[in-house]
């Protein structure tokens, strides 16, 4: 058998469910719509901040097989892999998941940093944190590199669905479930460059040319006079 090597600068954000497949729903949100959404914010976050490349499983509503999710990561070789889910049946706040064999230094670790970076956006949302869990969920089971699955608040819990329709939450958990992954993988941090002064509008600069100082104003026009003759156009600018 080939030796496993992953490819650290691909990562893998994987929006659960999606097509045919709505996932769970309740207080008027499908979860197919919000992992998606969570998903992409994700992303941008990763490569926003991080050197690396992030690539979802899927990138609209469409129906992608578990099988599928994990043949997509295995191919890249990612370095990391998670799955965004959203919880049903009358619980609420957030929760992880990794096999239950899952290696302290791998998913262990992603599960770990996930936990460690959520804190804060949990405590400042009010948010429960369920714990970190373990189950043979397929997507983290067949998936080759460290794989963690979230799910980020109970869909048919009034408190959790508030929270599941604020912008500002779910891109806060976004930017945390990022600097987990960032965090675990090593990524290295894109330098943000102090913009340069822009360069100003060639146009709206003018050069004034000064052909000399007098105190008499007879002899500035005498000036002006020459350089008229001379075919410049001249003025005189009084300062007093
Ligand atoms: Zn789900």
């Known amino acids: 058998m080939k030796g496993w090597r992953s490819n650290m600068s691909i990562q893998v954000v994987d929006p ?3 097509g045919y497949d709505p996932g769970c729903s309740g207080n008027g949100l499908e979860e197919k719509d919000l992992t998606l959404d969570i998903s992409r914010r994700v992303c941008q976050h990763l490569e926003a901040k991080y050197k690396t490349d992030a690539k979802m499983t899927r990138l609209s509503d ?19 892999f998670l799955s965004v889910h959203i919880n049903a049946g009358g619980g609420t706040g957030f929760e992880s998941y990794v096999v239950p064999n899952a290696h302290p230094d791998s998913a262990g670790l992603l599960q770990k940093n996930v936990h ?26 067949v998936s080759r590199m460290k794989a963690c699955l979230v799910e980020i608040g109970f869909i048919d819990t009034d408190k959790d669905a508030k929270l599941l329709k604020s912008d500002a939450f779910l891109d806060d958990v976004a930017e945390a479930l990022a600097d987990a992954i960032a965090d675990t993988e090593g990524l290295e941090k894109k330098v943000t460059e102090p913009k340069p002064e822009p360069d100003p509008d060639p146009e709206d ?8 100082s007098f105190q008499k104003k007879d002899n500035a026009e005498q000036r002006v006079k020459e350089l008229e003759e001379k075919g410049f156009d001249a003025f005189i600018d009084a300062k007093h």
């Open 16 to 18: 659960g469910h999606g």
């Open 62 to 80: 469409k129906y992608i097989s578990l099988q599928g999710r994990c043949d997509f990561a295995n191919r890249l070789k990612a370095g990391s």
């Open 116 to 141: 460690k970076h959520m804190g804060p956006i949990l405590k400042k949302y009010d948010h429960r944190d369920r714990g970190k869990k373990k189950a043979n969920f397929h997507v983290i089971r």
């Open 205 to 212: 600069t003018f050069f004034r040319v000064v052909a000399g």
